[in-house]
Every structure is written in C-alpha cells, then in structure tokens.
C-alpha cells in the first residue's frame, strides 16, 4: 500500500542484524519492568536480538550469565510487578576504566552495540561516558589480542538511549520519570489512612517523604492532599517560618478542623543550607503549640508495590520509543533519552539534560533557590504556584475587591477529581476577590435555586472525596432557561464554571445560543472536562479517566492472578465509557491485553476468529493467560455475552473463557494522585482566566462579554493547557455517538498489538526529531504531564 509522502511507518525500519542490550541502574523505580518489557518485545518485533543486562553496570562488568538473550515469553507477567525484574545495582567496577573495558568486552562478544539505559542521571551519565571513551576501548581490547580488527570495525559504535526511571522526578527534560506516578500513589494511600485516625484523636501528623535532592513528591502530595505546609529542598521556608506554620497551625484548629498534616522532603532545608528534619518539626509543634503530633517516615514503602496505570503506559510508549530511537541513529547521533513533554515522546541529547540537572544541585548549594525552581521545569514551577495559591489564605483586607459573583456547578455523571476541581477554583476565586457561589445538582438545582455563597473553609478536605459532593444531574439547561436566567438576575450571577462530561459541552453550547434572547448569559462561560469516558472534544485528557484507569487495571490483575496455577483460561472483561473506547484500549495497554474491541475501530466475525486463533497459538507456549477488554458500546450485535460464548466454543480443548463486567466500580473510589492534581491545577487556570474576562468585559458597570472566545473549554492539547471556544468545537465533535471526531489514543493502540505479538502498522511521524531542553519558553501555566 502506498504511504502518503509525509507520514512514516515504522515497518519500514528494520533491525534486523542488530542487538539491544537493556539494563535497569540505580535506584528502582515501579514501572521499569513495563519499559523492559517493551523494549524486549518492540526489538523483538522488529527482528533485532535482545539481550537482558542482569544486575545494572555490575552484569555488564561482570558478563557470563549475567548478559542472556532473552525471548519474548521470558517478559510476560512482569508488567504488573513493580521493582526491576533484572535487578539493579550501584556498581564501582564501572566507574574505573578498567571495569568499562571489561564491559565493553562483554558487549562485543556479544555483538552488542546498542544500549537501551533505564535509570536515573548517574546512570546516564556513566552510560553517555562509556560511549566516548568506546572507540579506545575497543583499540585498547584489540591491542591485548582480546578481540580482531574486524571486530573492532564491525562494531565500531555504540549506540545510547535512556530512559529515565526515578521516584523522586528529579530528571530536568521530562515533565514525568518512569516511578514518580506511583511513589505519589503510595503516598496518598497513607495520608488518606493517616487522616482518620488524626481526626479522631486532634492530631497533628508530620509526613516525611522521599526526595533527597529534590521536592517534586514532597509538593505534588501536599497538593493532592491539601496539606497545612509543605518542606522541600528547593525552596526553603522564610526565616522566621516556625512562627509563621505554628500561627497557621492554630488558626486551623481555632476553625474547627481536627488535624494537620505537614509534609517534609527527606532533604529540606532552611535558608543557610542547613537540614530540617521531619523530628524538628514536630517538636517545634510540640513546643510552641502543645497539640498530639506523630511522625510517619515513608521511606521505601514509596518504591514498592505494583505500577500504576500511568507509569504502565509510560514506561511502555517510553520502551517503544527508545527501540525505534534506537534503530533511527547513527554513529553521529548524540546519545538520546526519551522524555515526556505534556501528552508526547520527545527525544533529548542527554548530557543537556544532566548538565541542567546538575545546575539545580548548584543553584541551591549557591542559595539561588528561585533559580533552582525555574531550572526544575514548568511542571514543578506550576505546582509550587498552585499550592502557595490555595493553602495559604490571604487576610481580607489584602484580597482584591471585585464586586464579581462566579458560580461552580458539576454536570453529568460524577468522576474522581470533580471535587478537588470545585475547592480549587473556589479558593482561587476568593483570592481573587470574588464571591464564589456553589450549585447543587447541576442545572436542576440552578433552575430550583439550589445555590449558596462557599467561603474558603467551606471546601478543606474535599481534594481526597470522591465522587461529586455539589451533586451532578445529566439535565440539560435548554428546557429550563427562562427559570435559569431568573436564578442569575436573582443571585447576579457575572461568570459560570461548569465542571462536567460531555453533558457540560451541550450545557454550554445550550448558555451560548441563549445569549441572543436573555442577556444574564453574556458573561464569561468556562468548561472543565471531567468524566471517566474521556469523550470530550477540545482535551486529550479529562478529569477522572486516570482514576478509572487504576480501577480497571487494578481489577485485571486480580482477575489474572485468578488464574495462576490453573488451567489456560481467557477472561473477557467489559469496561465502560459509552461509545469511546479510551478505557478499553488504554487499560488494554496497561494491563497487557491480547486485544480490545471498541466502537471507533470496526471489527467483524474474521476478527475474532484471528484472535482467538492468535490465543490458541499463544497458549501452546508457556503463558497461560489472555485478557481481552470490549468497550460496552463497540458493537451491538457482538455482545460480551457473544463474544464469550465464541470464545468458549471455539477455544475448547485449548482454554476456558470467563467473562466479567466491571461497572459502576470504575466511576467509584478517592481520585488517583494525578485527578487530584489535574483538577486543582486545571480549575486555578480557569478561575485566572474568568477573572480576566470579567476585567475585559466589564462596562457601563455591569459585565457583558457575548463573543465566541467568552464560553471556553479549557483542555489538554499535546503539549499545552489551551482554552477553546465551544463554538469552534462543534466540527469537532460527533454528537450521535457523544465523542470527538478526531482521538489522540487510537495511535496508541498499535504499541497494545505489537506487545501482544500482532502484526500491524503503526504511523511514527511524530516520532525521530531530537529536540533540545527549552528552558524559557513562556511558563504561564504547564500542560500537566498526561498519559
């Protein structure tokens, strides 16, 4: 078939002839096993050997066993173990020049030259250092008669591609490291289990988190959980912070709230450079305060258990990545890692990378501490001006005074991260100086005069709820406009954030035509997406989908453990999500699918059947488990009941099947981290952007803003947070079936097929271009790192 000229397919790259050795470095990190898992079956794919490099530098020292080819079953059933499979060491050998020429030794034995790295930025250094000094070595092995000159040729360069797997994301170039996700869900599993036994009792809890050298989980928690206060190295406390926390401190308990928690980085600091320990802290509280404080030290309870979705899903589009990195190179082509840069792979020299983030160590040894916050990145600049924004309250007599009333309402079904998204643009429109009003129930409730004044304390605690705690109905305004425009004459209503599904963007849409006969509508109109189905036009990512995302691949890996030890079974699981087939394909990614059935990609009988041919082939190896995921609107006439039937019939002999359909479970639960997170951060740009159009539009002393860029979505584009009038995004969208014309996930689905061992294509134009580490690009607010 013939391509179009601009797009380029990677079956066009072959690595046949070529061997990739993968090793895990340094400390271990959740999420490395998916990316070696990728690594070995994306080389596989492509025709290159894959070598596993045992036990970090120390196995490439060492050679004999320790380097062992390794074949596509010897990678299955590791995607859901955290840790590193391979092992991982802190290795001396490697550091002296004689232990990387025994390395090089073993690599050219071998016929190894190209190296796939997953550690963090000592290990990448040391790999970029070895690639250097790679041409001596081999001179050098050649002179002692261990190796010919046309081993020397054949061999001449090495090939280099990192991948940056680290807990603490202290890596500057990537907005994520392969780890950070779920050390963060670690950390919120005990603040939400701290939190009730600190309010049964009035206590005070100091939480110490990881993170030597850098604040990064220290903050993101403290932003997730609305922490009282927040340590890290980056940027020291005030002098005279002592006295500042205590006052806030008590000011908490004197409004009624029965406990504090206050996080410290492993490796805080004061002003002077000298260390602030979590011990410090509390009999500082002790002292001053009196109160009942506790000390929870973390520690490596934050590098363990099993990845999360999102560094499932990371790791395994870093993997394939850093393959086709990899097979794209040449002997000129600096060493590379691959990086995330909001929704996309990026590929970066490496060294630019490690100088930067050895310039943060130096800015803050040197106490330039603003400095090392910008050389961090937009990521960590972003949640440090989040979390200063809402946990720290202004007195009133330093707020603006804007005389503005704005409104939140949730519309549609709820979703995790809803409520986190509400205190959010409540405690930021305070700081504004407006008046924020809350609406129950959606439209219904406006229309019924459900709506109440919030102040600031009205919200504390709501980040870690979820669900909906304004209540959410699916009515839509259109019906009932005459009764809504009453309500915002009655209540003044100058501005109307509506935090929903794809209901939301009908329920905008429905505001924007009204403008024409009712004027209380001309007034600033802003969407927040938020629903499990990610259905919506205008954003690669809604608030919500990651924590249904968890749920579903937490569910899949009971189900599959299910079966260890049994019979070949296949289980047929039913996930949610209307006629998007995001949770289907991207949960079939993060679990390990063999396949997943969805709306947007037609299938018929002859699909099926080659699936379950592919399944009966594949359990005559040595796995003994398939998964396969069907989106509940991907067809009406192949069923999950008929596709279980199908399977049951047609596998007999071979495997069982057994079906499972997960429901509402997938809508339930406290949001993950990164709901948490996306919808504090989210909702303060929108609320920034309200009050700057409610300044804009302010005239004759009243508001009136009717044009198109006055009613936004504001949503995640690629790289970028982008607000988007809802206007425009009706060519989008398809409203029969209630999704957007265009989905940035399908690409995603052929990286699911090559790691079940499909043949298929799979368009890697937006692939190859090595970029380099921008550091003042325009930082008003940050596309939050996504999936």
């Excluded at 927040?230 to 205590?246: S, T, Y």
């Excluded at 908490?252 to 410290?264: W, Y």
């Excluded at 363990?304 to 990545?321: H, N, Q």
């Excluded at 916050?373 to 009133?396: D, I, M, Q, W």
Aim: charged letters at 20%.
């Amino acid at each position: 078939m013939a391509q179009p000229d601009n797009k380029k397919f990677f079956e066009n790259l072959t690595g046949a002839g070529k061997a990739i050795a993968v090793l895990t470095s340094g400390g271990d990190a959740q999420g490395m096993n998916a990316a070696v898992r990728a690594v070995v079956r994306m080389g596989i794919y492509v025709g290159a050997k894959v070598y596993f490099v045992h036990e970090g530098y120390q196995g490439m020292v060492d050679g004999g066993d320790n380097i062992k080819e390794a074949n596509w079953e010897s990678v299955s059933s590791m995607l859901q173990v955290g840790g590193t499979v391979i092992g991982s060491a802190r290795c001396k050998d490697f550091r002296t020049h004689e232990g990387r020429l025994k390395a090089a030794h073993n690599l050219v034995k071998r016929g190894i030259t190209n190296l796939c790295v997953i550690g963090g930025d000592g290990s990448l250094t040391g790999a970029n250092l070895f690639r250097e000094e790679w041409s001596g070595l081999l001179a050098e092995l050649v002179q002692q008669d261990l190796i010919d000159e046309e081993a020397a040729q054949k061999y001449s360069a090495l090939h280099i591609v990192g991948m940056v797997g680290s807990i603490d994301n202290d890596f500057c170039g990537t907005d994520m490291t392969i780890g950070t996700d779920s050390a963060l869900h670690r950390i919120i599993e005990v603040v939400d289990a701290i939190m009730t036994t600190a309010q049964s009792h009035q206590r005070t809890f100091v939480l110490e988190v990881m993170g030597r050298h850098c604040g990064y989980l220290a903050l993101v928690s403290a932003l997730a959980c609305g922490a009282d206060w927040v340590l890290i190295p980056e940027m020291p406390p005030e002098d005279g912070w002592e006295e500042k926390m205590c006052q806030k401190l008590s000011a908490k308990r004197a409004g009624m709230k029965r406990l504090n928690i206050i996080i410290v980085a492993e490796g805080a600091i004061d002003r002077n450079n000298q260390p602030i320990t979590s011990e410090h802290v509390k009999n500082l509280v002790v002292r001053c305060l009196g109160f009942d404080t506790r000390v929870t030290i973390l520690g490596h309870v934050q590098r363990g258990g099993t990845p999360s979705a999102f560094d499932r899903i990371l790791a395994s589009r870093m993997g394939v990545e850093a393959v086709l990195a990899l097979l794209e190179t040449t002997a000129n082509t600096p060493a590379c890692v691959v990086s995330l840069c909001g929704n996309q792979s990026v590929r970066l020299p490496l060294m630019e990378c490690v100088q930067m983030t050895q310039q943060v160590q130096k800015a803050m040894d040197e106490k330039k501490f603003e400095e090392a916050v910008r050389l961090r990145g937009r990521s960590f600049e972003n949640n440090l001006r989040t979390y200063k924004l809402l946990a720290h309250r202004k007195p009133e007599s330093e707020l603006p005074q804007s005389n503005y009333n704005v409104a939140v309402l949730n519309v549609g079904a709820p979703a995790a991260g809803m409520n986190a998204a509400v205190r959010s643009a409540v405690r930021v429109g305070i700081s504004e100086g407006h008046k924020m009003f809350a609406v129950s129930d959606g439209f219904e409730g406006f229309y019924k005069g459900q709506i109440k004044e919030v102040k600031w304390a009205d919200v504390g605690g709501w980040t870690g709820q979820g669900g909906s705690l304004l209540g959410t109905k699916r009515t839509l305004p259109a019906k009932y406009i005459e009764k809504i425009a009453e309500q915002m004459r009655k209540y003044n209503i100058n501005a109307l954030l509506v935090i929903g599904g794809f209901e939301a963007l009908e329920c905008l849409l429905q505001l924007n035509e009204a403008r024409s006969h009712y004027e209380e509508f001309c007034i600033p109109l802003c969407m927040l997406p938020a629903t499990i189905s990610n259905n919506v036009p205008g954003t690669d990512l809604s608030i919500g989908a990651d924590t249904a995302l968890n749920a579903i691949v937490e569910t899949c890996d009971r189900i599959k453990q299910s079966a260890s030890g049994t019979k070949h079974r296949v289980f047929i699981i039913e996930t949610m999500g209307g006629y998007c087939g995001y949770l289907a394909s991207v949960g079939g990614l993060a679990a390990g699918a063999d396949a997943a059935y969805i709306y947007e990609e037609p299938f018929d009988i002859r699909d099926l059947q080659s699936n379950v041919e592919h399944l009966t082939e594949k359990m005559k190896t040595s796995i003994q488990r398939g998964l396969i995921l069907r989106n509940e609107n991907s067809n009406e006439n192949y069923t999950t009941d008929f596709i279980y039937q199908l399977y049951s019939e047609e596998g007999r002999g071979v495997f069982d099947c057994r079906k499972n359909v997960l429901g509402h479970m997938q809508q339930g639960g406290a949001p993950s981290p990164f709901d948490r997170n996306f919808g504090t951060k989210i909702a303060a740009k929108a609320m920034q952007w309200i009050t700057k159009k409610l300044n804009e539009s302010y005239r004759q002393g009243r508001v009136f803003a009717n044009t198109e860029d006055s009613a936004c979505l504001l949503g995640m584009r690629r790289r970028a947070m982008v607000f988007q009038p809802v206007v425009q995004l009706k060519d989008e969208t398809d409203f029969v079936h209630r999704i957007p014309k265009e989905q940035w996930w399908l690409k995603l689905r052929p990286l699911m097929k090559i790691l079940a061992k499909y043949k298929t294509s799979y368009d890697v134009s937006d692939s190859g271009q090595l970029e380099h580490v921008a550091l003042n690009q325009p930082r008003e607010f940050e596309a939050t790192a996504a999936i």
